[in-house]
């Protein structure tokens, strides 16, 4: 089955630096690739998905690049501003399958002022 | 976007005893599954929920543990059984129509 490895586990940047989270995959079949935040006590959020048919999606200040010959796919971030403060999981699966999500271990991303 | 509703948001349980855990989405769907998380974690499936039919169990998670309801495409719910302390965590509902999924807000659950 799928694997979904993530890194890294925690990452510290400045208020304004850039900030990338980076995930692999193992089943080639994978092919729709979320991203979501979870704050504190509070439920995971979508903040961006790629499809396997495109390389990068951007998103105001987010965006995702993915690597389909490598199985890898990136979050990034810039201009990061505390409010970024959040666990990040990136997740994988088949589009159009009624399969679920698999989901990476998640970063804890802080954004000191 | 699918909002979904979970209650209980919290509880503390007694050991020994079971609570059900509710799922109720503003529209049809045809996913639904439930997540355990330890606090500080990541998310474990515990199971897919199918409309009409028994849930499938992901490796660890059994029905006399975790028994599973799906009457309809917009509701579930999902029992913790026997429970003792170290079922205690956070039970996430989700849920979808084709790709895109979507989770409530947990029900936190303490065993003592």
């Known amino acids: 089955g799928e694997n979904v490895e993530q890194h890294p586990s925690t990452l510290s940047v400045q208020e304004g630096d850039s900030a990338v989270i980076k995930c692999t995959y193992s089943?080639?079949?994978?092919?729709?690739f979320p991203w979501y935040k979870q704050e504190l006590g509070k439920r995971p959020q979508l903040i961006i998905d790629?499809?396997?048919?495109?390389g990068e999606k951007k998103d105001q200040r987010i965006a995702v690049t993915l690597n389909k010959t490598a199985k890898h796919f990136s979050l990034h971030i810039t201009e990061t501003q505390p409010e970024d403060s959040a666990v990040y999981f990136c997740a994988a699966k088949i589009w159009g399958s009624q399969g679920n999500l698999i989901f990476g271990k998640g970063t804890k991303l802080s954004v000191k002022p | 976007s699918a909002v979904i509703s979970q209650k209980p948001s919290r509880d503390i349980c007694q050991r020994g005893t079971s609570l059900t855990i509710q799922c109720q989405v503003d529209?049809?769907?045809?996913?639904m599954f439930w997540y355990r998380q330890q606090p500080g974690q990541s998310l474990t499936l515990i199971a897919t929920a199918n409309q009409g039919s028994e849930a499938t169990y992901e490796s660890g998670f059994v029905i006399d543990k975790f028994p599973i309801s799906r009457p309809n495409l917009t509701f579930s719910t999902l029992t913790v059984s026997n429970m003792s302390p170290e079922d205690s965590s956070i039970y996430l509902c989700?849920?979808?129509?084709?790709?895109?999924?979507?989770f409530g807000e947990g029900s936190w659950l303490t065993v003592v």
């Open positions: 089943d080639s079949a994978s092919n729709y």
């Open positions: 529209s049809q769907v045809t996913m």
């Open positions: 989700s849920a979808g129509s084709g790709n895109t999924i979507y």
């Open positions: 790629i499809r396997s048919n495109v």
